[in-house]
């Protein structure tokens, strides 16, 4: 039996159940974060003695989706070509990595997210999603998402919109913090957690639809991008 679910409170039932019973077996697995992905991406450049800067690393992580299927396939990229450069640079990330192609679907999401809906509509009028892209789109959305809950907690706690973005870990780039602002504005804690739920049944519907997931897709965003939505 296999449970999705937040970290389950000592109080649980669930958990008292696994804990308590000698008869059942509990194994618990964690998704990774940027924190994970960031301690795999760091050793592999130690273990392989590439030299590159600890932005440059979240950069890379934040471009993957937050799937480390793809961060592994960047990394393989970064160490063949560091076999003839001495350093990694920003400019060489940006050729050697997706960031590219991924740049329309980061910016479709991030004007989501802030909730600019005539945006919305012309990124996706100027661009073919693929079926495939689909995915991609609900995984990034999905993690910069997480990303706003955790912002919004701190701005609800501080008060302060420049201490929350300038404290954020990891670091906001700088090209980022504006849009991030809108981002923390237009979401509360309790409406960001409702939309995570969302985007986890959205993915499901688009895996068992994948032929129609453009469509699902298309709709979601733009139903998300609503100022009403929040209300």
Partial sequence: MIVTSYNLEKRSKLRNLFEKQKQFICVPFYP?????????A????????????TLNINLII?????????????????????????????EHIAKLTNLSENYSISELIDNCLAMN??????ILNENNFSNEDCITIIRTLLNKSKRVLKLSYDYK???????TISSAKPPI????KEIVKQQIFKWK????????????????????????????????????????TNN
């Fill in 32 to 40: 990774d974060n940027q924190q994970t992905l960031f301690k795999f």
């Fill in 62 to 90: 934040s471009k993957s989706s937050g799937e480390r299927e793809n961060l592994i396939n960047e990394l393989n990229k970064i160490e063949h070509y560091a076999k003839t450069e001495k350093k990694i640079t920003e």
């Fill in 173 to 176: 780039f700088w090209k980022e």
């Fill in 189 to 228: 804690p309790d409406n960001i957690k409702k939309l995570i739920f969302k985007i986890n049944e959205i993915e499901l519907l688009i895996k068992k639809n994948l032929n129609n997931s453009v469509n699902l897709v298309t709709d979601f965003l733009i139903e998300q991008s609503s100022p009403k």
């Fill in 157 to 163: 706690n501080n008060n302060n919109i420049d201490l």
């Fill in 42 to 53: 760091f050793d592999f450049f130690k273990k392989k003695n590439i030299s590159i800067s």
């Fill in 117 to 122: 809906n005539k945006k919305i509509i012309h």
